[in-house]
């Protein structure tokens, strides 16, 4: 069965302290992986899709990477408007394109 | 227009009511779903349209019944619900749907809050 496994489930920084997420996967020849961020009552907004291997995708603080069994969110010198939870979603390779496998999430919290 | 919106945001029904909630999209994508988020867990997902026709449904209750109008709106009308059932509903869509096709990101929109009494 595909399973994805994001760790830590809760993440507590100050504000400017840089570190990452982890998201790995069991997955063997994913279509996709993607990261969202979801702020609590709200629906998750989208962050980014990486593909293959060795790719890498930057947006403000945050830089996504992925190996063959994992991706990683790194959180460059965080602020407290960083602080929600971080999904990771798998696109396995068989079947439809529409089922995502998602993670349980981190809960980042960025304190002042 | 890059985004997906929601109605009602909140909403609050006993276990006889009838209501509806309602998605729109107005960026051009033919797959549009709908999932389930309860407290701490990550999205579930309950039903698929693709191109305007059911294609995915994940074994959700009859009490719950999705309509796709046409290809900008989706339609979940609820009947008989129990407390069980509140949930925050979320609606996504995707551009493109089918086997084998490469990575489809889904763009969700804010959800609406649903509270059963």
């Known amino acids: 069965e595909d399973q994805v496994t994001q760790s830590p489930e809760a993440l507590r920084l100050q504000e400017g302290e840089s570190s990452s997420l982890n998201c790995s996967y069991t997955?063997?020849?994913?279509?996709?992986l993607f990261w969202y961020r979801q702020d609590p009552g709200k629906g998750p907004e989208f962050l980014f899709t990486?593909?293959?291997a060795g790719e890498e995708k930057e947006k403000e603080r945050l830089k996504a990477t992925l190996t063959k069994k994992e991706s990683f969110l790194h959180i460059t010198a965080p602020k407290p408007e960083d602080s929600a939870t971080y999904l990771c979603?798998?696109?396995?390779?068989?079947?439809?394109?529409?089922?995502?496998?998602f993670g349980k999430g981190t809960k980042l919290t960025v304190n002042p | 227009d890059t985004e997906v919106t929601q109605t009602p945001k909140h909403l609050v029904m006993g276990m006889t009511n009838k209501k509806s909630l309602k998605c729109e999209q107005h960026m051009g994508h033919r797959a549009m779903y709908w999932y389930k988020q309860k407290a701490k867990k990550p999205p579930e997902l309950m039903f698929v349209y693709s191109y305007e026709k059911l294609s995915i449904n994940e074994s959700v209750p009859s009490r719950f019944s999705p309509e796709c109008p046409n290809s900008s709106l989706l339609n979940l009308h609820l009947h008989a619900l129990q407390p069980e059932d509140s949930a925050l509903y979320l609606c996504?869509?995707?551009?493109?749907?089918?086997?084998?096709?490469?990575?489809?990101?889904?763009?969700f929109g804010p959800g609406t809050r649903l509270t059963v009494l």
């Open positions: 990486l593909y293959s």
């Open positions: 997955v063997s020849g994913l279509r996709g």
């Open positions: 996504a869509s995707s551009l493109r749907v089918g086997a084998g096709l490469p990575y489809n990101e889904q763009f």
């Open positions: 979603a798998v696109q396995p390779p068989q079947g439809g394109s529409e089922k995502l496998v």
